[in-house]
């Protein structure tokens, strides 16, 4: 696939129509003032709304730093089809690793990051769930702030959406509660554009096997339970980004917002004190590791939008963190802020494939190279065709049965009864982050996904060399009950395919999954197959209600606690991970966040 996504970039990359948007997006240090009012570290997923609400008033003047290339011209990232060649070992990518995890065979698991204006969201599956109501009230409950909760946030959600058509313009009825959504917002947002041959058979199964696997009509409505159409981040056949809703080009064209691409943040320093509290105003920069570091002054505040592997390495690097690890690295302590880097989480997830007798697959476009260019004809031609949309057309979430015996000796790590433990995702084609792809055969995917897990990992600096990557140990499965869920998950799957529907469809499980009987089996599989699905959060996460200094990292208006003009808004503040695909809450923390830091300095919309 990779040989024909280059013969793709190759031929498109002069032909698609992409909004241009590189007139203000610099390289050169020379080209940036001196001082502005904020500084926001990182074009990420939240950071790019930040900037763009901020500088809604033209008086307030704003810097994003962003440590990869711009998005513009990027075709391999918006084409969605190409979700699956976005990461990793690729130029849009932090193309970070695991330490050996324990609970997984002592393996490594790649762990790519958003390296590229919109962050993540510009490498991402495009899969747009809000979450549960027990989540965000969960926040509201252990931070005091009743600001987080479902229905406070409610003006953000919309304020993030719009619903537009999909590609193919079909009628989606029965698909989507259009009532419950956005349709003003910077990011667009939709239900799939082409048609997938498994369509059929997964809806069928909600009725067939309505018991376990009921139909929802849409899983953004607070309560996701079940299985539904997958929303998208995707609009008129394209991927739709941070980058290309809150950076298009009428708020690149603001006078008073800067962005610098290619350039990473070293570290924040003191420039003052207020209040007792270290004013944290500047900001150290390099475009290098060997070359000059630069600085420039936030004369109101640096908002930290890294992400939750970066925002912690450069609190760490600044001096903010575990003091007896910082001394160790001859790091002189700013704050001593031991959960700097702690409490990481992310959701485990593993793909168990089958053998199917259909040949309408994904599998054909990467095995036939003729089909791959009729397919990229028809999409450049007519912006209609397969690569309109991601390889997720339906995804389902569930609880663990209240009679299970999985919670006998331990907490249910979950928000509430709203809230999923695990996830289905079903993929028309062979879809694995473990292991090698194989040359030939059709496949059905069902990726299996833990949402609430209990285990927590850590980001530790390796040196103090801000180019030399962070430690990072997710810890996965470190808790026996994730790994406990992720085993009912992949039976969950089983039994999702037992169905009348699939009788003559399904063949046999692929692999090393063919021959599970005991849970022991299960267990196996589970430790030798899962990976990560990439959403990291809680590296500095929001401390509880009350909390004795030292206790979580940052306040529940999310300034960094210990400092003053440092906030920090990115998926590292969740003290608990979305039981959801986290773009949505990461957009939603930002918009309120951005409201926040209006209302702090009286800045206009």
Do not use: C
């Amino acid at each position: 696939m990779a040989k024909l996504q280059s013969l793709f970039t190759a031929i498109a990359i002069s032909s698609l129509a992409l909004q241009g948007i590189e007139a203000k997006i610099v390289s050169s240090v020379s080209e940036l003032r001196q001082s502005y009012d904020f500084v926001v570290v990182g074009g990420g997923t939240a950071g790019n709304v930040v900037a763009n609400r901020l500088t809604e008033d033209p008086g307030a003047t704003v810097l994003i730093i962003e440590a990869g290339i711009s998005n513009e011209g990027q075709e391999d990232i918006i084409v969605p089809f190409f979700a699956v060649q976005a990461s990793p070992d690729t130029i849009w990518t932090w193309n970070y690793t695991t330490t050996p995890q324990a609970a997984l065979n002592n393996r490594i698991v790649n762990y790519p990051r958003g390296r590229v204006l919109g962050g993540s969201s510009s490498i991402n599956f495009m899969v747009y769930t809000r979450g549960p109501i027990d989540d965000f009230d969960r926040y509201a409950a252990f931070t005091g702030d009743e600001g987080w909760s479902w229905n406070s946030l409610q003006e953000f959600i919309l304020k993030v959406e719009k619903l537009v058509p999909p590609a193919d313009g079909h009628n989606t009825t029965g698909m989507i509660d259009p009532s419950i959504h956005g349709n003003n917002g910077n990011v667009d947002i939709s239900i799939r554009g082409a048609e997938m041959s498994i369509d059929d058979m997964v809806v069928e199964t909600t009725q067939q096997l309505a018991g376990e696997f009921p139909f929802n009509l849409d899983m953004n409505n607070g309560k996701p339970l079940g299985v539904g159409w997958v929303q998208s981040s995707i609009g008129d056949g394209k991927r739709s980004s941070s980058a290309t809703g809150y950076l298009a080009s009428q708020f690149l064209s603001r006078q008073n917002l800067d962005v610098i691409v290619e350039t990473q943040v070293t570290k924040v320093f003191k420039t003052g004190i207020a209040n007792g509290l270290p004013v944290i105003g500047g900001v150290e920069f390099a475009q290098s590791r060997s070359g000059p570091r630069y600085n420039v002054t936030a004369r109101k505040e640096v908002i930290l939008s890294a992400g939750a592997v970066n925002t912690p390495q450069i609190l760490l690097l600044s001096g903010i963190g575990d003091n007896a690890a910082l001394e160790k690295l001859g790091i002189e302590t700013l704050v001593d802020s031991p959960d700097v880097g702690q409490k990481f989480i992310d959701h485990p997830l593993l793909s168990s494939q089958f053998n199917v007798t259909g040949t309408n697959t994904s599998d054909t476009v990467r095995q036939n190279a003729t089909l791959f260019m009729e397919l990229f004809e028809q999409y450049n031609t007519t912006g209609q065709g397969l690569f309109v949309d991601s390889p997720i057309d339906h995804i389902g979430w569930f609880r663990i049965p209240d009679n299970s015996t999985i919670f006998d000796n331990t907490t249910d790590p979950s928000a509430g009864p709203t809230a999923p433990h695990h996830e289905l995702l079903f993929s028309n084609g062979f879809a694995s982050f473990v292991g090698e792809t194989p040359s030939e055969g059709h496949y059905l995917s069902i990726s299996s996904s833990v949402v609430s897990p209990a285990s927590r990992g850590s980001l530790t600096l390796n040196s103090t060399d801000p180019f030399d990557f962070p430690i990072i140990d997710p810890g996965f499965f470190s808790s026996p009950v994730d790994l406990a869920i992720m085993v009912e998950s992949i039976k969950a799957a089983r039994r999702f395919l037992t169905a009348p529907t699939w009788k003559d469809y399904i063949i046999t499980p692929f692999g090393s999954g063919a021959n599970l009987t005991t849970d022991a089996d299960f267990e196996a599989f589970a430790r030798a197959n899962t990976g990560t699905i990439f959403h990291p959060a809680g590296t500095a996460a929001m401390a509880p209600k009350d909390a004795a200094p030292g206790v979580g990292v940052v306040n529940s208006d999310l300034t960094v606690r210990g400092v003053s003009g440092l906030r920090v808004v990115d998926a590292s503040v969740f003290p608990f991970i979305p039981a959801a695909h986290p773009q949505s809450a990461v957009y939603v923390f930002g918009e309120r966040a951005s409201s926040l830091i209006k209302e702090k300095w009286g800045l206009s919309s």
